[in-house]
């Protein structure tokens, strides 16, 4: 396989975190906000650098690739981009506890499913593989409810954060629910894509939701914090 994405998703995250740290606020209930995701490209691009120089690229017995890094690189950006989330849901809130069990319970939950998700990618073409996908996508739908169901309602006691916080959690959920459809159809899964294909598509995933996110949801934010009454 071509190790250009690879390299190119190294250059593209670097240059991120940069500028998501320069163009972000640094005063005011969005500091929180960049500092967050300033990090998160820079643990992808270290990610990246890792799977371009070959580290942690385990080649199965079936000839596919498991790139450990990148779910190294998961199982602490994703935690972050919720921690992120949780904090703009309770922008909106009237009552401010239970903040810290939101995060504990939804974090919790996705390293679960990263964690399975490495699980299945290691076992064997199977029942194995499959059972541990399953278990990795059911984690996925707790992380889903929490989002969507308490999360939500807290952020909806203000109109406007929680209009905010419905177009930047619609945005990163269309974006995660592609994530294990291209594990499924990937050398991973049934292997109807080639390796090459996948890596060019986790890569465009990537950027769209950790260095696009962080600018559209910073400006979502904005405008909604700018409103009167929040």
Known sequence: MSQTPLLIGFVIMSLASLAIYAKGAHRGPLRGHTLIHAAVPFIAATAYLAMYLGVGNLIKP?????????????????????????????????????????????????????VTGLVASLAPYGTIKWVFFAWSCAAFVGVLYLLWKPLAALAGQHAAIGAAYRKNTGFLTVLWLIYPVVFAVGPEG?????????????????????????????????????????
């Not at 079936?62 to 919720?82: I, N």
């Open 62 to 114: 079936d000839g596919s690739v498991t790139y450990v890094a990148r779910y190294l690189d998961w199982t602490f950006t994703t935690p972050l981009l919720l921690a992120g989330v949780v904090s703009s849901a309770f922008l909106g809130a009237r009552e401010q506890e239970g903040q810290g069990g939101f995060v504990t319970s939804i974090v919790t939950l996705d390293v679960v499913m990263i």
């Open 190 to 230: 049934i292997w109807a894509v080639s390796d090459a294909a996948t890596v060019w598509v986790f890569l465009i995933l990537d950027v769209l939701a950790k260095v696009v996110y962080a600018f559209t949801s910073e400006r979502n934010l904005k405008a909604a914090l700018a409103r009167p009454g929040v």
